[in-house]
């Protein structure tokens, strides 16, 4: 260890805010930096001034062994995200399969490869986390303040962050936030298999609805891995130029499937839309606005990326026009995503019946899958996969076609134990549809 080094071991330390409160102060005062448009060399000199000022104020800081690792951290926490900048290097996140960071500024969770994992660093105030989750939302135009406490946007390519601030959350509580990462490019055919989600029978079933254009969708909660599955069954029909495929996201971008040879070449016919909010209402573009528009681009199928909002009925509308679909939604079961499309397609004002709603559900996605994630283990499962039948005596009647029947569950460990049966063969109306939409009767066979 050098002399530089050696007075972090010494009596007298300051906490790590008195530090940045002082370091800040003085590069105010000495430096001019553009702190958002800095080159390597400006990098260097900027860590150099905090090095200088560190030195010659002989300044010691609590749970810091070296001035190279105080000075670093000082530097993330003035220019770019604090403790958070690690977790948000591509490198890393891809390297660890991080899929989440949330928390607020003294508790804050990893989410990586289905574990959960509480970090022992935080923020050094309720202040300092709000500078940053500021830093954060100026990267898609959002300001944090008390007349607009909420923001949710596209962080980063495939990175969406969702922040509350006062005066909906407390002031001693300060900003809560949810970072998700996005590893859309990584759900693979052989990972969903091989991570249990999905047997060979119901996944090949559900290729062959989107290569046959028998709409789908995919309900579960929040962190089930549904945009998993969705992204996968897209990606699986965008192989090559055959189809023509859109994807409509709401705030956030999140799907790329866009391909190119080695030439560079764009090898597949795709095309990726996301919504763009604005205070002013003649700007704004919904996901209403989108899905008005992209049959004028001839998809063979859309994926809209979650149904929310009014723009469901447009959605079932899309659906029941001949082109392909598959969408997203948050129900509570298979049976029950019927009624949360219908719920969804009330708040466009249309005055239509239920009887009328639920069979233009039922008719616009007759495959419903429904997906799980255990929160102990991290495991996702999908549970059910049913054909719509009906609407009858103000019950949805559906067929089940794929379930993972639970057995027990390992008290120890969270773990289920359970099986995936194919309980029923798909509906003779459904298989006709199959076959009008060029599927032969081969493929069927065993469905």
């Keep these: ?48 001034h905090i090095e200088t000022c560190i030195t010659t104020n002989q300044l010691r800081c609590k749970g810091f062994d070296t001035l190279s690792q105080l000075v670093e951290r000082l530097y993330n926490s003035m220019t770019q995200y604090d403790i958070l900048t690690e977790y948000l290097k591509p490198e890393v996140y891809n390297t660890e399969g991080i899929e989440e960071i949330y928390g607020r500024w003294n508790c804050i969770y990893i989410l990586a490869k289905n574990k959960k994992k509480r970090l022992k660093e935080k923020f050094p105030s309720v202040d300092s986390c709000r500078n940053i989750l500021n830093r ?19 962080f980063a390519p495939n990175i969406r962050a969702s922040i509350v601030s006062e005066p909906i959350t407390s002031e ?39 290569e046959n254009k ?25 192989q090559d130029d055959t189809y023509r495929v859109g994807t409509i996201e709401i705030e956030s971008r999140e799907f790329n499937l866009v391909k190119y040879d080695e030439n560079g070449d764009c090898i597949n016919d795709v095309f990726h839309w996301v919504t763009k909010a604005n205070d002013d209402e003649r700007y704004n573009v919904s996901a209403n606005d ?67 709603l639920y069979d233009i559900a039922i008719k616009a996605f007759p495959i419903i899958v429904y997906q799980k994630q255990n929160k102990r283990t991290g ?18 009647i559906v067929n089940p076609l794929v379930q993972y029947v639970v057995e027990d569950t390992i008290e120890s460990t969270g773990e289920t134990i359970g099986s995936i049966q194919h309980a029923n063969k798909i509906s003779q109306k459904l298989r006709q549809r199959f076959l009008d939409n060029g599927c032969s009767r081969a493929k069927l066979n065993g469905f």
Excluded: W
């Design 1 to 48: 260890m050098n002399n530089i080094d050696s007075f972090y071991n010494v009596q007298g330390e300051s906490a790590y805010l008195d530090v940045l409160n002082f370091v800040q102060e003085y590069m105010a005062k000495n430096t001019s930096f553009d702190t958002d448009k800095m080159s390597k060399d400006d990098v260097f000199r900027y860590k150099k």
């Design 136 to 154: 954060i939302s100026n990267k898609f135009n959002f300001n944090i303040n008390e007349g607009t406490p909420t923001a949710l946007g596209e």
């Design 172 to 210: 001693e509580m300060g900003p809560e936030f949810n970072i998700r990462i996005v590893h859309g490019s990584k759900m693979k055919r052989k990972l969903l298999l091989e991570g249990g989600t999905i047997d060979e029978y119901g996944l090949r079933f559900l290729e062959l609805c989107i």
């Design 214 to 238: 028998i709409n789908i969708c995919i309900g579960g909660a929040t962190g089930s891995g549904k945009t998993g599955t969705m992204y996968y069954l897209l990606s699986h029909i965008t």
């Design 290 to 356: 989108l899905v008005e528009i992209v049959l004028r681009f001839k998809p063979d199928v859309v994926g809209v990326g979650e149904m929310r909002n009014r723009e469901a009925l447009m959605t079932c509308e899309l659906a029941i026009t001949g082109h392909g679909a598959i969408t997203t939604i948050h129900p509570q079961d298979a049976q029950d995503t019927y009624s949360r499309i219908v719920m969804l397609c009330k708040k466009s004002g249309i005055n239509y019946d239920d009887q009328t």
């Design 379 to 396: 495991d996702r499962k999908i549970y059910e996969i049913v054909e719509g039948i009906e609407y009858k005596d103000r019950k949805v």
